[in-house]
């Protein structure tokens, strides 16, 4: 086990499966451990998806509530229990969409203006999103998740693979093609 200095956001993995496998004998304080460490990475996903804060929250705790009732599925070093976590929050997000029969909305992403920020930095970040959430629109869906895995939830090539079941190089393939479809598309708004 790391020392007292480890900071839950940056669990190693002998302290992140130590903490799983006090949490699969029943222990919620390690669980509780685990959804400090990982709450808001997950909450940013679910919100990057569904994009109201209400709605957000509840699908963020059903996940956390699932991945405490079905942590007998998860196999400790299989693959980080983050990107457990983003599996059980995809299947999340799908039911919630299949449930309200919608399609996943790309109208509102993340507004990340700083507290400080001044109007017209506002604006600017404002309108900065509209341009990237119309250039969301040209993505397919598994690019839309990769990019989210990626720039969103900070997770490297390898466990975005593990995670959305597919090879390293096809991540990469889908990642750089939703780069340039973005770009081009907002390069097209931002010359108009």
């Given at each position: ?17 130590l ?6 004998s029943?222990?919620a ?6 959804y ?23 699908i ?8 405490w ?10 693959s ?7 599996t059980?929050a995809r299947?999340?997000?799908i039911?919630h ?11 509102e992403?993340l ?5 400080n ?16 959430r119309?250039a969301?629109?040209f ?7 990769v ?6 939830a900070?997770?490297p ?12 190089g ?23």
């Amino acid at each position: 086990m790391k020392s007292a200095e480890t900071t839950l956001d940056n669990l190693s993995l002998p302290y992140e499966s130590l903490l799983v496998r006090q949490s699969k004998s029943g222990d919620a304080d390690a669980f509780a451990q685990l959804y400090d460490a990982y709450i808001e990475r997950v909450y940013r996903y679910v919100y990057f998806r569904v994009t109201d804060v209400m709605t957000a929250e509840d699908i963020t705790s059903q996940i956390f509530l699932k991945a405490w009732e079905h942590l007998d599925r998860y196999q400790i070093g299989s693959s980080p229990f983050l990107a457990w976590l983003y599996t059980i929050a995809r299947n999340q997000v799908i039911d919630h969409y299949r449930t309200h029969k919608q399609s996943t909305p790309l109208d509102e992403t993340l507004a990340l203006a700083a507290d400080n920020s001044t109007l017209d930095d506002d604006l600017q970040n404002k309108y900065n999103l509209h341009v990237m959430r119309n250039a969301l629109h040209f993505l397919t869906e598994e690019q839309q998740q990769v990019l989210i895995l990626k720039f969103i939830a900070g997770l490297p090539t390898e466990t975005i693979a593990h995670t959305m079941g597919k090879r390293e190089g096809t991540i990469r393939a889908l990642q750089m093609r939703a780069l340039k479809t973005m770009a081009k598309h907002m390069e097209k708004e931002v010359s108009l």
